[in-house]
């Protein structure tokens, strides 16, 4: 839905009956996006709010959850997918380093059962080896296209 020409007490009072959700239903999570003075008292109460623009005002910036430096509005969805892959890009580092701590964790036990010693240099290779994979992983995130316009 989209709602303009609203004077900023207006805009919030909109926020929250959004919120409220139709007929006073399940509540609705409602995001804002706005640039100026006027927007700043909806972005702090919208559950997802969006500052647009270079030249927003420093009210708009400060109340907002998410800054788009340019006007172009098409992308919103660009930064959607680029905070979902993200996450998952986390999800799959935090998954690795557990795993190869874990990993090593058996080893040595698994050594020391068997009266064998697994050398410490054996496992610094193996916890800072893992950690140069996760930031190479993370640097994937540096090539996320920014001109895919794909719907979503």
Do not use: C, Y
């Not at 930064?79 to 795993?99: K, S």
């Not at 701590?101 to 059962?113: C, E, H, P, R, T």
Request: hydrophobic share 55%; proline share 5%; aromatic share 4%.
């Amino acid at each position: 839905m989209t709602t303009a020409q609203l004077l900023p007490g207006q805009k919030v009072e909109e926020v929250r009956a959004l919120q409220a959700g139709p007929d006073g239903g399940e509540p609705v999570r409602v995001a804002v996006i706005g640039d100026g003075v006027n927007d700043a008292p909806a972005l702090a109460a919208a559950d997802v709010s969006i500052a647009v623009g270079s030249i927003g005002s420093d009210a708009a910036l400060e109340s907002a959850d998410i800054v788009l430096l340019s006007d172009d509005l098409g992308r919103v969805p660009w930064a959607v997918r680029l905070a979902r892959a993200t996450r998952r890009t986390i999800a799959v580092n935090l998954a690795f380093a557990g795993g190869v701590i874990v990993a090593m964790g058996m080893v040595v036990v698994i050594g020391s059962l068997f009266g064998l010693r697994v050398p410490m240099a054996l496992g610094v290779v193996a916890h800072e080896g893992g950690t140069v994979v996760v930031v190479v992983n993370s640097l994937r995130l540096l090539w996320f296209a920014a001109d895919r316009r794909r719907p979503g």
